[in-house]
């Protein structure tokens, strides 16, 4: 964005008679689109981009956390859905956030564009002709030789060259007005392109990182689901826990992949602070054998396109069940969530909404799951992640779940309205350790015969994030060059000395950005004295003004 | 994977060696504010010197008392880096693992930038008390609240993008601490210079020292803190399974980013330079500060590594 405003015309002149409505819209489009790329529109565009950010912190958000979201709805019941309206809980993705980045980047592509224009004529057009008054310039200085003119500037164009400076000489009389300070052939040079390269880099790489993430947003998709040790699941919606999609996914074209969860491992420290988890995995398509994997926190599953991660784990306690007519149903298991990631100890519950014909009830298991479990006080608690001694309280219930009453249900807990409906009917309830059996009043007997882990996976598939991760360093690189690259102009023009022996050079410089320039302008000038005395006959007469150059300082600097 | 106890615990000590070394540092610069003479109006620029004719050569007392504060800052920012250095070999890790070891490497940062600049710009020395007396404050209050016991790193944390992400992060956090503080400094002291009150004020660098310092601190913190959102996205993205997901840290990162994007911009526009451009820069200085506090200690999201119960 610019950081001087190009000269504008400063007011139009007074229109001649009524103008059509097309020249009237014309203008006020101009003087509102002027205004829009205005730097200061730019800042205050900022500001209004990191307010509109805030609340997405403040407040629960649905795309991070659906219950936080449900519970504030619970505690602020009049205040949450004047909120909602005004997408306090979808901020990231409310049109009001829309609109202002669009707006920001409307106006740094107005103020961008231009520049990136004129960038491009100034990279081919020769250095600006020099100021009349160099002394003006916020460096400059005199010096004095015993060199004819030519013969300077020739020296001051060698040494300029060397430094990479393009030079342009000119016969000063003839490109500038004539007057007294303007006479006596003249040298521009300048150097340091990149400093406006690399701020038009970062502009621009700031928009392609916009249409990345769109495009990422759009075209990507994410499905998360439970899966227990020995189970695996295939790429489709219908299958995840959870999932979310793009505008323009279509559901019947994601990746054939299936993946299948072989062994799952959680490691831990001597202090019981989690190191690692790993999950040995077979991923290919359907019906494949698959290729194994082991993929873990911090070390996805990359396929082209596609990655599966681990997200979490826990506990799924198996339990075998055994009907007072001998039927067994072996290791049926269900996964129990980790209340707490210390301990692991979890909560779930095992539903069993068919157990053969002629069996009219339903039966079903809901409880606490330690994986190293301890009595304290007659209530079962775990005191350690790792499965050590396994323990499992359970309340055993009998009757009608409900789970064909149309109503979506947890599958982590029972429907508490069937319970106290009384059609769900508490009949036993037992702590038991691997091996112990609950046996219930008809005769039905429930082993807690061991536990499988389970990982939580999440698929994830983001067609623009190589695109972003370019985009980003691109910005990066635009912005090292913007801020510590700097744009120097040179100057010098050579005329005759007041007393009439010899030439006095008179230099100027103009920099932008890289701070101290004084410092700088003084060596350059010392080297190039340096060289001209090595050139001339006899070592060149101290200045009328003073000895060396004395480096005016500019107000930037002071 | 184990913690060797007795470098821990000489970690812990050099925190308070460090904490009472600054406090020295803090009375050496307060005594050369209250006694020291007024520099002449700094029509210099720092560092080239020379038309300050009135000023002796030779150090004055109150000059002594600055060097002094300068020398015992060196002393607590040695024991300072001790503690870092110290506790990562006791837990065989990098020390940034929870908020007390970031907080206390991002202080770290803040002050040896202060002591880069006091070396390359004379004129800086003067603020001395000004940047010691938050160290020692934000260091009591990290002790008492944010203090965790040496530990091993939790799984999420053990990738090589620790070095590089938190390293990034702390670093230009510090930085902007610096930038902040000078540009508060500014705010105060270019106010005076237009009312010109005689308060000790005055013995502070001139306004548009103050100013540039605050500028060119931020250029320099502003890509390394860019890098450091660049790989925080890069780790989160084989960490948490997406490069951005709003997450509060993130968002206020987010925040912080634009509103030194803002600050950067306005110093070079007209009608924000001066004033309205330092207040950005507070502005900023504070959302990373909220950053590092509120949203560890309050908000719960997936950068909650805090240690803190």
Known sequence: ?558 | MTVDPSLAELSDRLFSIAVALYSVAVVAFSAQLAFGRRPARELVPAGSGGADAGAPAAPLRSDRWGLAGLAVTVLGAAAHAGVLITRGMAADRLPWGNMYEFATAVVLVGVVAYLVLATRVPAVRDIGAFVLAPVVISLVAIGLFLYTETGPLVAALRSSWLAVHVSSAILGSGLFFVSGIASVLYLLRSRQEAGADGSFLSRLPGAATLDRVAHRTAVFAFPIYTFAMIAGAIWAESAWGRFWGWDPKETWMFISWVVYAGYLHARTTVGWRGRPAAWVNVVGFAVVLFNLLYVNMVSTGLHSYGGLD
């Not at chain 1, 000063?172 to 390269?197: D, I, V, Y």
């Not at chain 1, 701020?199 to 990182?209: M, P, R």
């Not at chain 1, 807690?448 to 691109?474: K, M, R, Y």
């Open chain 1, 1 to 558: 964005m610019s950081t001087v405003a190009p000269p504008r015309p400063a007011a139009a002149p007074p229109p001649p008679a009524r103008p059509s409505l097309g020249a009237r819209a014309w203008g006020l489009w101009l003087r509102w689109w002027r205004r829009l790329t205005a730097m200061r529109t730019a800042i205050v565009l900022l500001f209004l981009l990191a307010l509109a950010a805030i609340p997405g912190s403040l407040l629960p958000q649905r795309s991070l956390n659906q219950n936080a979201v449900r519970q504030y709805f619970a505690d602020h019941p009049t205040l949450a859905p004047v909120l909602d309206r005004l997408y306090a809980f979808d901020v990231f993705g409310s049109p009001w956030f829309a609109a202002v980045y669009l707006l920001l980047f409307v106006s740094l592509i107005g103020c961008v564009v231009p520049r990136l224009a004129e960038h491009v004529r100034a990279l081919r057009a020769a250095p600006p002709p020099a100021p009349r008054r160099l002394q003006r310039l916020p460096d400059s200085g005199e010096l004095a030789t015993a060199l004819p003119g030519p013969a300077v500037l020739d020296v001051v164009e060698e040494e300029l060259r060397v430094r990479r400076f393009r030079v342009v000489r000119r016969d000063g009389a003839a490109s500038t007005p004539p007057g007294p300070a303007a006479s006596g052939p003249e040298l521009s040079a300048e150097k340091g392109f990149w400093k406006e390269s690399g701020n038009l880099l970062f502009h621009l790489s700031l928009v392609a990182l916009l249409l990345g993430l769109a495009g990422g947003k759009l075209w990507g998709y994410e499905g998360s689901i439970l899966v227990t040790e020995g189970q695996g699941f295939c790429n489709s919606f219908q299958q995840y826990d959870t999932h979310s999609s793009g505008a323009l996914v279509d559901s019947g074209d994601l990746s054939p992949l299936c993946i299948d969860l072989e062994d799952f491992r959680a490691e831990y420290e001597e202090d019981l602070t989690a190191a690692s988890y790993t999950a040995d995995i077979r991923y290919g398509g359907p019906g494949e054998e698959g290729e194994p994997a082991t993929i873990g926190v911090n070390d996805p599953l990359r396929l082209d396109g596609d990655r599966v991660y681990v997200t979490g784990h826990g506990y799924a306690p198996r339990f075998t069940v055994t009907l007072p007519d001998g039927t067994a149903f072996t290791d049926v298991s269900a996964p129990f969530l980790p209340s707490d990631q210390t301990t692991m100890s979890s909560e779930g519950a095992l539903k069993l909404p068919d157990l053969g014909a002629g069996v009219e009830d339903q039966l079903a298991l809901e409880g606490f799951f330690a994986p190293t479990g301890l009595m304290q006080g007659g209530v079962l608690t775990s005191i350690d992640p790792r499965p050590l001694n396994p323990q499992v309280a359970v309340l055993a219930y009998q009757g009608y779940l409900g789970l064909d009453s149309g109503l979506p249900q947890s599958v982590y807990s029972l429907d508490a309205s069937q319970i106290e409906r009384g059609r769900l009917a508490e009949v036993g309830r037992a702590n038991l350790a691997v091996g112990e059996t609950l046996t219930l009043p008809d005769g039905t007997a429930v082993t807690f015969t061991g536990v499988s882990q389970f990982a939580a996976l999440q698929f994830s598939h983001d067609p623009g994030q190589v695109w972003v991760l370019a985009a980003a360093i691109a910005v990066l690189v635009g912005l090292l060059a913007l801020l510590f690259l700097r744009r120097e102009r040179f100057f010098a023009r050579v005329g005759p000395a007041p007393d009439g022996g010899g030439t006095v050079l008179t230099v100027g410089s103009l920099t932008r950005g890289g701070g101290e320039s004084a410092t700088r302008f003084a060596e350059l000038t010392g080297q190039l004295r340096a060289a001209l005395d090595e050139r001339s006959p006899t070592p060149s007469a101290p200045p009328s003004g003073g000895a060396a150059p004395e480096p005016e300082v500019s107000p930037r600097d002071r």
